[in-house]
């Protein structure tokens, strides 16, 4: 009787929540700052990755068939193309801005005005709430075939579980994390848990079992996307991610703490000595306006440039 009781509250719950509380739709996807950027229902369960576009294309977002927010494209390289992929959460994405003036719009016109005789392809494959763990496996699960010559990637450092401590859902876990995605009582009591914690909010509640210094030790995966893009024999850029508190503009993947041996594209110096205040380089803590994408896309493509990576 006593569980019949608790799953009808439960049931209950979730319908009220439904109808009264529509937007927690949005924040199944673990990042509360993507509630002001997606559309209720327009991202959908994936095992691997945890979340992706639920429709594709989307033209009103730039979003193309193959979920990369860019003009429509085929995997096939024409002869002379150089094909580079920026990756990250909302702030590669471009939330707040139209495609043509995210970071990695400005970072491909800037190549070409350059007069590289190269056809330059930069391609944006951001998706708000993205870590370096979907990275890593959009990276190995898709990019890969498409042969691109550069990977950009765009994430605070220790954002999210190692790979190897959160294996894809299979089999029956498939299909209870589909639901979970879906469930605004399950988003509500994980939102509850991770404000607790002050560690970064991990994908699947095993994360949130681990000690501080499990998930100091096992969060972050720029080192395994360094040792994939080595084996694979791409080039690898790390930008610094630039966020915007109090304090002013800070970096929340400095050089320090990213993996020895790659270019990291110094776009925090850049914001930080503009000379602009933090409401005209950003909308918010992470997403950049129309002037901070520019600078952050021109200084993209000169760190490439200088680094002789278009070849």
């Not at 959908?44 to 989307?58: C, F, I, N």
């Not at 005005?113 to 190269?118: A, H, I, L, P, R």
């Amino acid at each position: 009787m006593g569980l019949v009781v608790a799953c009808g509250v439960l049931v209950g719950l979730e319908g009220l929540l439904r109808v009264v509380a529509r937007k927690v739709g949005y924040a199944t996807i673990p990042d509360e700052q993507v509630r002001q950027h997606v559309a209720q229902g327009s991202m959908k369960y994936d095992a691997e990755l945890g979340w992706t576009w639920a429709q594709v294309p989307q033209t009103g977002l730039g979003i193309n068939s193959h979920a990369f927010r860019y003009a429509e494209i085929s995997p096939e390289k024409e002869p002379g193309m150089w094909r580079a992929f920026t990756f990250g959460d909302s702030q590669t994405y471009g939330a707040g801005v139209a495609a043509d003036q995210s970071y990695t719009a400005f970072a491909e016109r800037s190549l070409v005005q350059k007069g590289s005789n190269k056809k330059i392809q930069m391609i944006n494959a951001g998706i708000s709430g993205y870590g370096s763990l979907q990275v890593l496996r959009l990276i190995r699960s898709k990019v890969l075939a498409w042969k691109p010559d550069l990977l950009i990637v765009d994430c605070r450092t220790y954002d999210s579980p190692h790979d190897s401590l959160v294996p894809a859902a299979s089999g029956w876990l498939k299909g209870v994390d589909g639901l979970l995605f879906q469930s605004r009582t399950w988003y509500l009591m994980r939102f509850g848990i991770e404000k607790i914690r002050s560690q970064a909010r991990p994908m699947r509640a095993a994360g949130m079992q681990m000690s501080k210094e499990e998930l100091a030790a096992g969060f972050g995966n720029h080192e395994a996307i360094a040792d994939l893009a080595r084996r694979e024999k791409i080039d690898l850029i790390f930008l610094d991610y630039p966020f915007s508190d109090a304090k002013g503009i800070t970096c929340l993947a400095p050089a320090a703490e990213l993996p020895e041996g790659v270019v990291v594209a110094p776009v925090c110096e850049v914001l930080q000595k503009s000379g602009l205040g933090t409401a005209e380089l950003f909308l918010d803590n992470n997403h950049l306006t129309v002037e901070g994408n520019r600078r952050v896309g021109e200084r993209l493509a000169a760190t490439i440039l200088e680094a002789g990576l278009v070849r």
